[in-house]
């Protein structure tokens, strides 16, 4: 009898790619390579651009008043979740789908094009639950910036 081996979605890497999620309560999540480009850093600054619709992250001290942590669901592989409730709600930013986008780095900024349509995140690369589902990590903190 052939010696068989069961092909799993986890024999496939990971794409190499950042991507954003903004969830539907605004959570936003990052994959490893978006974390990686950041340059790993503890916080974010979260940025817009209201003519051109980009949100931008940049890497920053977790003391700045206006840093949001950069949580590891799975220490050290991601996702990474920032607290970004208030920051859709202020800038009208669509929360009522989950949606990826492809992310890119301008001038050390992590950018993601809302022009762009992004695509609809219904499950996590494992294939449990659902994207559209808030993190614990960032439904267990209020959010408390803005």
Same mark, same amino acid.
């Given at each position: ?9 986890? $024999?496939?890497?990971? =794409? ?12 936003? #999540? ?6 990686? @480009?950041?340059?790993?850093?503890? @916080? ?5 651009? =209201?003519? &051109? ?9 977790? #003391?700045? *008043? ?19 409730? @208030? ?15 492809? *992310?890119? $780095? ?16 219904? !499950? ?5 639950? !659902? ?5 614990? =990590?960032?439904?267990?903190?209020? &959010?408390?910036?803005?």
């Amino acid at each position: 009898m052939p010696n068989f081996e069961t092909f799993t979605r986890r $024999m496939v890497p990971l =794409a190499n790619d950042p991507t954003v999620t903004i969830q539907k309560k605004g959570t936003l #999540s990052l994959n490893k390579a978006a974390q990686v @480009a950041l340059g790993e850093p503890d @916080a974010v600054e979260l940025l817009f651009d =209201a003519s &051109e619709r980009i949100v931008g992250m940049r890497g920053a001290d977790l #003391s700045l *008043a206006h840093a949001y942590p950069l949580r590891a669901q799975k220490p050290g592989f991601g996702p990474y979740v920032v607290a970004g409730t @208030a920051f859709t709600k202020y800038y009208g930013i669509d929360t009522t789908t989950a949606r990826r986008w492809i *992310a890119y $780095m301008d001038e050390g900024v992590l950018c993601l094009d809302l022009k762009e349509e992004g695509t609809i995140a219904t !499950s996590n690369r494992n294939g449990h639950g !659902s994207s559209d589902e808030e993190p614990t =990590a960032a439904a267990s903190e209020e &959010e408390s910036r803005g």
